[in-house]
Nanobody, 125 residues
Framework: QVQLVESGGGLVQPGGSLRLSCLAS????????MGWFRQTPGKEREFVSGITRTGASTYYGDSVKGRFTISRDNAKNTVYLQMSSLKPEDTAIYYC??????????????????WGQGTQVTVSS
């Protein structure tokens, strides 16, 4: 089992920035690709970003490309999502996911067996 705990959500004004963190425990962190998804009421979980086990490759959803940056610190068992130029449509619950062991990060929620509890991000003036 991989346990994940997100933090860093909150209220931010449009155009502002926020950094989310996700601390992993329970298994060898470097065995797992990591991803960030977000969800709003009545909608499916949307892929935001993914990162390979070493951090060498990163992937982004079209709606956040150029504004968000994913990274990981394997020494701290933590993955980050730096969000900039935030828009009201970025408002959602953000979830951290760990993919299948030794896999590449996918773009669908079904490819992530492990999830955190989520953290709310609200972009509003």
């Amino acid at each position: 089992q991989v346990q994940l705990v997100e933090s860093g959500g909150g209220l931010v004004q449009p155009g502002g920035s926020l950094r989310l963190s996700c601390l992993a425990s329970g298994r060898t962190f470097t065995d797992y690709p990591m991803g960030w998804f977000r969800q709003t009421p009545g909608k499916e979980r949307e892929f935001v970003s993914g990162i390979t086990r070493t951090g060498a490759s990163t992937y982004y959803g079209d709606s956040v490309k150029g504004r968000f940056t994913i990274s990981r610190d394997n020494a701290k068992n933590t993955v980050y999502l730096q969000m900039s130029s935030l828009k009201p449509e970025d408002t959602a619950i953000y979830y951290c996911g760990a993919g299948s062991q030794y896999a590449v990060p996918g773009r669908t929620q079904g490819q992530y067996p492990y999830w955190g509890q989520g953290t709310q991000v609200t972009v509003s003036s």
